[in-house]
């Protein structure tokens, strides 16, 4: 029965700890300067990476001295199999999400690509704005991580989102899979800051 349930939330201090931005910064190795979106998830589709790369030109459009980082990137494997498959694949019009991805930050100014890292405190501190951009409902935990250190998140409008996000407060709600309402939700968000 339903009265017998209780939620019991993934569990992210509300206090963490406070970091200056450029000293967070110089050890991210980012480079001071403007407002700054965070995108965990390296370049996972399921994510929404490169949802956020297609927005990327509209936002820098708006905010030209604007930066993104995103981070949690893996490595590409050593493995000689999967080192055949990343360069044959797209010659018959196959991509991974990596190679899409890639393909869509070539030329583009502004984004700092960072491998996995052991917490998220400087990414944080680091940063204006989350950008969560998921295509499916699976657990948001960056936006959690986002709103326990104060910082704004733009989401997909999907599964617990609204649920967690209060529109205007510390959330924009876009429609998923749409890198302009993307875009305009997080130059919103950064307007704000």
């Known amino acids: 029965p339903r009265d017998n349930w209780h939620v019991v939330p993934n569990w992210t201090s509300f206090d963490p700890p406070r970091i200056d ?4 910064r110089r050890r991210l190795s980012i480079p001071p300067g403007g407002p700054t979106l965070l995108f965990l998830g390296g370049f996972s589709r399921l994510k ?39 360069a044959f694949l797209p010659l018959i019009g196959i991509r991974s999400d990596v190679q899409e991805c890639e393909r869509l930050l070539r030329g583009e100014e502004g984004v700092v690509t960072l491998p996995v890292q052991p917490g ?3 990414l944080f501190a680091a940063s204006d704005v989350l950008a969560f951009p998921a295509r499916e409902p699976h657990f948001p935990r960056p936006v959690i991580e986002a709103f326990s250190h104060r910082v704004p998140a733009v989401a997909s409008d999907i599964g617990p989102m609204r649920d967690i996000t209060r529109e ?12 302009q309402a993307l875009a305009d ?4 968000a950064l307007s704000r800051t």
Not at 55 to 74: K, Q, Y
């Open 21 to 24: 931005r450029d000293d967070a």
């Open 48 to 86: 929404g990476a490169d949802v956020l790369l297609r927005a990327w030109p509209s936002i820098r459009a708006a905010a030209p001295d604007a930066m993104c980082i995103v981070a949690g990137i893996v490595p590409t494997s050593r493995r000689r199999v999967a080192r055949v498959a990343h």
């Open 120 to 122: 998220v405190d400087d």
């Open 168 to 179: 205007g407060s510390l959330g924009i709600l876009v429609a998923p899979g749409d890198p």
């Open 185 to 188: 939700g997080l130059i919103r």
